[in-house]
């Protein structure tokens, strides 16, 4: 049970649920849209392009140095925004406030990245872009403990993945289709507020009740929201080594490019192309599997077969890809990878709201989950150089593979919907009375 403080009125569970399912599983998209247009508008295109003019042939490097900054602000500021917006008692509402500032202010320094002129300046933008998106990212997952029903949770988290996908695509279309620089940042921004205001629009909540004499939250407890016992806590611990292990093998498509000019000896002037041929069958597939296998696992009341699904179909993809002695090879691999991905964005996040350690914390401890999908983005760089040297991309596939498989076995540790108190599994506990 947690311990409340000394003074401060008792809270007894989250808001009331006031948006209609459907409506806030549309509103929940079109805010994680917001805030991957955002994201991965800069991080696949626009940034690169920013730095290259800035920098030159020193561009690459730069980009390193920027966007590995802007990795660290993006770990801490998901966990920190889910925390802090669990204890917002704003009348606007507590995940709206944090929705509404993240893509504003967002947007903002987004725009204001076209007029940097050093690549200091933009670091600390970027630092700054990240750490408002996961703000907005952290309150917005947390709506699903909040207001969905246990029931739609497989069909919102197949919406949020999709969200993920669709959102930077259409950044990238929109900012195509301008050609002068400092106007494709300005188009880029404006896409986040917009799509953040319909989100808005669309989102009803209650003020949180019972804050008013709330002890104002420290910076210790603030750090120590970035750690949750897997001891005390085992069927979330096994949720969230789930997410991370699975996010490993996904991570794998940084390396699409260099593995294409390494093994197939594509030229800089094609790989580009075939490239983004790819991400668009990735994209493609993920949309309809996560589009198909969530609603699919609502209905059938299972969330762990299509888990399994996802890690076994992500190694079978990454053995391919390590195999792989013709082109056909590697879209064939890429198209069972985009189907994993999406089998395993359609039931993930629901199956992380089941195993919270706390509804009234759940921001927080969202913000603890997407640390799973941050840390294979610094992970996996950091150990490929190693893998390459023993074995080439052979090595890295089929290590990831390895991991991957080891992903889809630790699902198994996790009770399935209705059989949560089933001691054959680990057990769900919790800090608070509330069902999640």
């Not at 504003?104 to 007029?115: D, K, P, Q, R, T």
């Not at 709506?143 to 919102?156: E, K, Y």
């Not at 192309?273 to 790819?278: D, N």
């Amino acid at each position: 049970m947690s311990v409340p403080v000394p003074g401060a009125p008792v809270v007894s569970g989250p808001p009331v649920a006031e948006t209609p399912t459907g409506r806030l599983i549309s509103a929940m998209f079109l805010s994680n849209a917001s805030a991957f247009v955002g994201l991965l508008t800069p991080l696949q295109l626009l940034l690169t392009l920013h730095l290259t003019r800035i920098e030159g042939p020193g561009a690459a490097a730069a980009f390193g140095v920027v966007t590995g900054f802007g990795a660290v602000f993006a770990l801490v500021a998901n966990p920190l925004g889910g925390r802090i917006s669990d204890r917002t008692a704003a009348r606007f509402g507590r995940r709206r406030t944090w929705i509404l500032t993240g893509s504003l202010a967002g947007a903002l320094v987004v725009g204001a990245i076209g007029f940097t002129t050093e690549v200091w300046q933009v670091a600390v933008l970027w630092c700054a872009a990240q750490t408002l998106f996961n703000f907005q990212l952290a309150a917005t997952s947390a709506l699903m403990a909040d207001q969905v029903p246990q029931a739609r949770r497989g069909t919102a988290s197949g919406m949020l993945g999709l969200a993920a996908a669709l959102g930077p695509l259409a950044g990238i279309g929109a900012v195509s289709a301008v050609r002068d620089p400092l106007l494709q940042w300005t188009v880029a921004a404006v896409a986040v507020v917009l799509l953040g205001l319909v989100a808005l629009a669309l989102i009803r909540e209650r003020p949180l009740p019972g804050r008013a004499g709330a002890a104002p939250l420290g910076a210790v407890e603030l750090v120590t929201s970035l750690w949750l016992n897997p001891r005390r806590h085992p069927a979330f611990g096994w949720a969230w080594l789930v997410r991370f292990l699975l996010a490993c093998g996904v991570a794998s498509a940084t390396y699409n490019a260099f593995f294409l000019m390494d093994r197939f000896g594509l030229g800089t002037d094609e790989v580009g192309g075939t490239v983004l041929v790819l991400a668009v069958i990735n994209v493609a597939m993920l949309a309809v599997s996560s589009a198909v296998a969530g609603p699919v696992s609502d209905r059938l009341g299972r969330q762990k077969p299509f888990a399994v699904a996802a890690g076994v179909l992500a190694a079978v993809a990454l053995v391919l890809m390590a195999l792989a002695a013709a082109l056909w090879m590697v879209f064939v691999a890429v198209t069972l990878l985009g189907i994993a991905t999406g089998l395993m964005v359609s039931v993930d996040t629901a199956m992380c709201v089941r195993v919270l350690p706390s509804r009234e914390n759940a921001g927080k401890d969202l913000g603890v989950v997407n640390m799973a999908n941050t840390l294979p983005q610094s992970i996996v760089p950091f150990v490929a150089p190693a893998l390459l040297a023993l074995g080439g991309f052979t090595a890295v596939y089929l290590v990831l593979a390895v991991v991957a498989v080891l992903g889809a076995v630790a699902v198994l540790r996790i009770p399935e919907i209705g059989r949560e108190g089933d001691p054959r599994w680990a057990p769900i506990t919790r800090d608070d009375r509330a069902p999640a």
